[in-house]
C-alpha cells in the first residue's frame, strides 16, 4: 500500500512485537538519501546506520509498566520521516534508531544523551541538557561545521576543538558537501573523530 501521506501511530507495546519481556521494537519503510526528523523525550538514544531502507526504533525500560506507557509514532512522506518517541520514563530509558546509512538527521531532545553512529548525511542536533555524541570518521565530508554550548564543554578531536566553560562555540568551513550543527544548552558536545 502506497500511501506516504498516512501516519503510522503505534503505542509500545500494544501494536507492536514485543522481543523481550522488556525490549520492543517499532519498523517503518522509508527511502536512502531522506531526511529523518527526531522528536525525542528524555532518555538515552543511539542513531545507527543500517544497510536497509527501514527506520526501526527499539525501546527498553527496566518495567513492563514503563515500556507500556511509551509512545512512539512515525511518520513518513515521500522525502521525511518524522520520528516521535514521547511518555519516556523518568529514569533508565533507553532507545536504538536505526534509520538508512544515508541518511539527513535533525533531532531535538528534551534531556539526556544522544549518540550519532556514522551516517552519511547532514546532521543537524540540539539537547536541551545532556550529551550529544557524533561520530565523525571522516570530517573532510563536512563544509559548515558548528557547535555551541551554553554552558558545559566541546570536545571535537574531529575538528581539533576542545572548550569548555559558558557561551562556548566554534565555526568552520571545510572542503565537503554535509553540513554539520550542534547545540547544547546545558551539558557537553564530543564530536569523535577516528583514533
Known amino acids: 500500500m502506497k500511501c506516504f501521506g498516512c501516519w503510522l501511530v503505534l503505542l509500545v507495546p ?25 522528536h525525542l523525550e528524555a532518555g538515552g538514544y543511539t542513531v545507527t546506520p543500517a544497510d536497509s ?23 513518513p512522506t515521500a522525502s521525511i520521516a518524522d520520528v516521535y ?4 520514563p523518568h529514569n533508565n ?5 536505526e534509520v538508512p546509512r ?3 538527521l535533525w533531532a531535538r531532545l528534551s534531556a539526556g544523551e544522544l549518540d550519532v553512529e556514522d551516517l552519511e548525511g547532514d546532521k ?4 536541551f541538557a545532556g550529551r550529544i555524541q557524533i561520530d ?5 565530508l563536512y563544509g559548515h561545521r558548528d557547535a555551541s554550548v551554553t554552558t558545559g564543554s566541546i570536545e571535537s578531536s574531529a575538528f581539533d576543538v576542545s572548550k569548555g566553560g559558558l557561551f562556548r ?9 554535509y553540513r554539520l550543527h550542534a547545540h547544547v544548552m546545558a551539558g557537553e558536545i564530543d564530536l569523535h573523530g577516528s583514533d
Open 85 to 88: 518517541v514521547s511518555e519516556t
Open 14 to 38: 500494544g501494536l507492536l512485537h514485543a522481543q523481550q519481556a522488556l525490549e520492543t521494537s517499532a519498523q517503518q519503510k522509508f527511502i536512502s538519501g531522506g531526511t529523518i526528523r527526531l
Open 93 to 97: 530509558f533507553q532507545a536504538t534508531i
Open 124 to 127: 543537524n542536533v540540539e539537547v
Open 102 to 104: 544515508h541518511s539527513n
Open 53 to 75: 531502507e527501514n527506520i526501526v526504533v527499539t525501546c527498553r525500560a527496566h518495567t513492563e509498566e514503563q515500556l507500556r506507557r511509551v509512545k512512539v509514532e512515525i511518520r
Open 169 to 177: 562555540s566554534f565555526e568552520q568551513h571545510g572542503p565537503g558537501k
Open 136 to 140: 565523525i570518521p571522516h570530517p573532510e
